[in-house]
């Protein structure tokens, strides 16, 4: 066996489309786990027995094992092995709580000689999506330079819809912004093809980026989709969304306006009204009909508010409304209760959350300062919207002197035979043998 060697001395950039890396087809994957997946989702238990017997020659007992079987496993576990494991534990909790909660970045002390420190790394490159379809949003750019700027991006390129009434030129108010913020690597390219560009590069015209960030239609979320693993992206947004928790002391007009306000994006936008009174319902419903009524886009709204995805939701109480907005993890959650604040605080699924009668979602879309770019779909639940961090990798940095190693490799040694990888036992053995 002889390692290969790749000569690049002569070679000034294009490194990554140069560097050995393993095959790894996700897609033919794809069509294979495609079935598996919908049959668990449509049959449940059965299904998972039978897949379990087909791909690992067993039908477990129980799927969910029993809390008994644990403590077993646990009891029984050989001393050393169990030293070995507790140490990890021990300082994996130890990193975590003194680097990754509070970003604190003076070293963790782990022993002595043992070391690892936290290094926030802004990335590379990014391309950025800004729509230009149904609405122009001009507001995109700001919510995505900003932050990559902040983070320190170095290299930062746009891409926006050309524009028939602008000559083939992006929205003058897109263009305009990139002026302002200081981005003048722009591009009159939208859709699916936009995000490819980003990704692989279009030789002469634009180099790779490593992150793809920015809402755009189907088709976009589609193609990030499809490079997602080639580069980084933020989400994969659908239709924007809004849902209001609102009881008795409300403003009907107030709830009405900021209903329409997110139907007015697309006739896929979904609006939800959570209340605990059906007369702030009814009153609802009757200003909707009169404020669309003279908004210029009527049509649109009336289809994304008369769509399935859009709905009035009553509950019983307070604490029920919030257990279905968690639920739902809207994109945008607005609260218009007494003690807005406090009911505020109870949400832990959104991606952004408008407290009182006087926090539109509309300040949010441009000026208060914070993200309009914001998990859909229920994504609320378990991704962020787009922030400085979005554009910040954390990396570990570990640094183990002799000392610090030869105090861990009993245990180390232990956990890779455990796991019955000798040659990772090996790599610690051969640093103690003499």
Known sequence: MVLQTLDFTGID????????????????????????????????????????????????????????????????????????????????????????????????????????????????????????????????????????QVAGVESIAIASPPQREFGGLPHPNILALCHLLGVDEVYAVGGSQAIAMFAYGVEGLCEPVSLVTGPGNIYVVAAKRLVRGIVGIDSEAGPTEIA????????????????????????????VLITTSAELAAEVRAEVERQVASTLHSERIRTALGGEQSAVVLVRDIDQAVRVADAYAAEHLEIQTADAAAVAARVRNAGAVFVGDYSPVSVGDYSAGSTHVLPTAGAGAHSSGLTVRSFVRTMHVIAYDEEGLLGLADGVERFALAENLPGHAAAVAVRRRP
Not at 254 to 265: C, G, N, P, R, Y
């Open 13 to 148: 950039g294009g490194y990554r489309s140069r560097l050995p890396r393993g095959r790894f087809d996700v897609d033919a994957a794809l069509d294979v786990v495609r079935p598996i997946v919908a049959d668990v989702a449509h049959r449940g238990v059965p299904a998972i027995i039978e897949y379990s017997e087909r791909f690992d020659g067993v039908a477990p007992a129980a799927v969910r094992v029993p809390v008994a079987e644990l403590r077993r496993a646990a009891d029984e576990l050989d001393p050393e092995l169990l030293a070995a494991f507790s140490e990890s534990i021990r300082r994996r909790r130890q990193v975590a709580e003194e680097l990754e909660v509070d970003a604190d970045q003076a070293p963790a002390v782990l022993a002595d000689g043992a070391y690892v420190s936290l290094r926030n790394v802004p990335v590379d490159r990014v391309g950025l999506y800004v729509p230009g379809g149904l609405a122009p949003l001009a507001s995109s750019v700001i919510m995505n330079v900003v932050p990559a």
């Open 244 to 271: 209001i928790v609102a009881d008795e002391t409300a403003n009907p007009a107030f709830v009405a306006a900021d209903l329409i306000s997110q139907a007015e994006h697309d006739p896929l936008a979904a609006s």
